[in-house]
Nanobody, 129 residues
Framework: QVQLVESGGGKAQAGGSLRLSCAASGGTFSTYPMGWFRQAPGKEREFVAAISWSSITTDYADSVKGRFTISRDNAKNTVYLQMNSLKPEDTAVYYC??????????????????????WGQGTQVTVSS
């Protein structure tokens, strides 16, 4: 079973940048599709971005398209989320995740009702205006 640990969260001003990292251990990271999700207070968890195992395919929520970039380094077992032009509405706890079955569409994980998927503990991002 893979373990995921996020880091890089913190506080930023609107218009600023942050880079999140998600380090994986205990599995064959290079074969996993990876995703980032976020959950703001009082809101449901939502999909942010996804990347295939080969980095060939990426997917973004409309709300972050053009501002956020997902990438991965399979040699370091790490996936990244570069967040630019941050907005106060980006404030949330950010999670990385990978589905139990690699064929599961990443966006399907947002519901949080799939107990076999693998999630990190989350990292807080706070953007002030």
């Amino acid at each position: 079973q893979v373990q995921l640990v996020e880091s890089g969260g913190g506080k930023a001003q609107a218009g600023g940048s942050l880079r999140l990292s998600c380090a994986a251990s205990g599995g064959t990271f290079s074969t996993y599709p990876m995703g980032w999700f976020r959950q703001a207070p009082g809101k449901e968890r939502e999909f942010v971005a996804a990347i295939s195992w080969s980095s060939i395919t990426t997917d973004y929520a409309d709300s972050v398209k053009g501002r956020f970039t997902i990438s991965r380094d399979n040699a370091k077992n790490t996936v990244y989320l570069q967040m630019n032009s941050l907005k106060p509405e980006d404030t949330a706890v950010y999670y990385c995740a990978t589905p139990y079955s690699h064929s599961t569409p990443m966006r399907a994980l947002a519901g949080g009702d799939r107990p076999d998927d693998c999630w990190g503990q989350g990292t807080q991002v706070t953007v002030s205006s």
